[in-house]
C-alpha cells in the first residue's frame, strides 16, 4: 500500500468497502469544500497511527452524488464511522484531531 492510506471510493465501491471492513471511516469531501482540506489532512495524519486496524476511505461528493442523497448528507466535511457494516457514528463539520481520535477509538472499544 502506498504512503497514502486512503483508498478512493464511488457509488460502486463504496458499499463494498464498508461492508468488507470490520472498522472504516469514510470522509466525504468535494473540490470546492476548503472545510475538507483541512479535515482531509487530519485524516492522512490519524490514519497511519491506525494502520491495519481501521480501513480509510474517501468519497468525492460531486462527483457521486447519489451517495449523498442515499446518505443524507446535506453539507460538507462529513466523516462517518462504520463499524461491521453500520453507522456508529457521524462527525458534520471542521472538527479537531482529538474529537476525531476519540470517535475512533470509542468505536475500537
Known sequence: MSENMFVSLNDKTFEKFVNENRFAIVDFTAPW???C????KILE????????????GMLDMQSN?????HLGIMSLPVIMFYKDGKVHCKI???VGKSVI???IN????
Open 106 to 109: 470509542e468505536m475500537l472499544a
Open 37 to 40: 482540506k483541512a479535515v482531509g
Open 65 to 69: 452524488p447519489s451517495i449523498a442523497v
Open 33 to 35: 469544500c476548503g472545510p
Open 101 to 103: 481520535e476519540q470517535k
Open 45 to 56: 495524519e490519524i490514519s497511519k497511527n491506525y494502520k491495519g486496524k481501521v480501513a480509510f
Open 92 to 94: 458534520t463539520g471542521n
